[in-house]
């Protein structure tokens, strides 16, 4: 899969907001700060699609992008979307507004009907919280394929990172982990192989 064209759809504050589309989506969801921005950044080949911030909790919205991506196996074009949810956790808003960030999310993942592929994003150092089990309960209800993404695997040796990507594995035998990291460019190829693996199937 080459990317050719990614471009920012949408911000919807909410499930029933969002916008009715026809074409597969991926959801990007995980802990506040963990990484979603420059992960869609550099998967998208672009610095700022998604924009990226230190502050826990500044994604509130359930943002779409537009990507459009050449498919060598079928010789064309194919048009789906990245889904960037709020990230779930510490952020730093009030607890009110996190039940309701909370509630946003478990609506979009039961019952959005073009949501095809679920990437949830961990720090490798502090993967499976209670959080991140329950989102993957969301995911294993709908038999929804699930990428796990150990992010930051930088800030680790390469053992010490192995070392988590397989006791998340050992925990998740039927999805695909990565180490990843934006910096050193960790993971990049293997997910992109992911959703192009997915998207065959759902031509």
């Given at each position: 899969?080459?990317?050719?064209?990614?471009?920012?759809?949408?911000?919807?504050?909410?499930?029933?907001?969002?916008?009715?589309?026809?074409?597969?989506?991926?959801?990007?969801?995980g802990r506040s700060n963990v990484g979603k921005s420059s992960i869609i950044n550099a998967l998208c080949l672009q610095?700022?699609?998604?924009?990226?911030?230190?502050?826990?909790?500044?994604?509130?919205?359930?943002?779409?992008?537009?990507?459009?991506?050449?498919?060598?196996?079928?010789?064309?074009?194919?048009?789906?979307?990245?889904?960037?949810?709020?990230?779930?956790?510490?952020?730093?808003?009030?607890?009110?507004?996190?039940?309701?960030?909370?509630?946003?999310?478990?609506?979009?993942?039961?019952?959005?009907?073009?949501l095809t592929g679920l990437v949830l994003l961990m720090d490798v150092r502090h993967p499976m919280t209670t959080l991140?089990?329950?989102?993957?309960?969301?995911?294993?209800?709908?038999?929804?394929?699930?990428?796990?993404?150990?992010?930051?695997?930088?800030?680790?040796?390469?053992?010490?990172?192995?070392?988590?990507?397989?006791?998340?594995?050992?925990?998740?035998?039927?999805?695909?982990?990565?180490?990843?990291?934006?910096?050193?460019?960790?993971?990049?190829?293997?997910?992109?192989?992911?959703?192009?693996?997915?998207?065959?199937?759902?031509?």
């Amino acid at each position: 899969m080459k990317i050719v064209k990614a471009s920012y759809l949408i911000s919807s504050p909410s499930f029933d907001q969002c916008p009715a589309l026809k074409a597969p989506e991926y959801a990007f969801i995980g802990r506040s700060n963990v990484g979603k921005s420059s992960i869609i950044n550099a998967l998208c080949l672009q610095k700022n699609l998604a924009k990226t911030s230190g502050t826990p909790g500044k994604t509130q919205l359930i943002n779409h992008f537009e990507i459009i991506s050449n498919s060598v196996a079928k010789g064309k074009q194919d048009k789906w979307y990245i889904v960037d949810l709020p990230g779930y956790g510490f952020a730093k808003v009030p607890e009110a507004i996190k039940k309701q960030w909370q509630q946003h999310l478990g609506e979009f993942l039961a019952e959005r009907r073009t949501l095809t592929g679920l990437v949830l994003l961990m720090d490798v150092r502090h993967p499976m919280t209670t959080l991140d089990q329950q989102m993957l309960s969301f995911a294993d209800h709908r038999e929804m394929d699930t990428l796990l993404l150990l992010t930051k695997s930088d800030k680790l040796s390469r053992n010490q990172a192995a070392k988590s990507r397989l006791s998340v594995q050992k925990d998740r035998p039927r999805s695909v982990v990565l180490n990843f990291s934006s910096l050193d460019k960790t993971g990049i190829k293997e997910a992109s192989e992911w959703i192009t693996h997915h998207l065959e199937g759902h031509a």
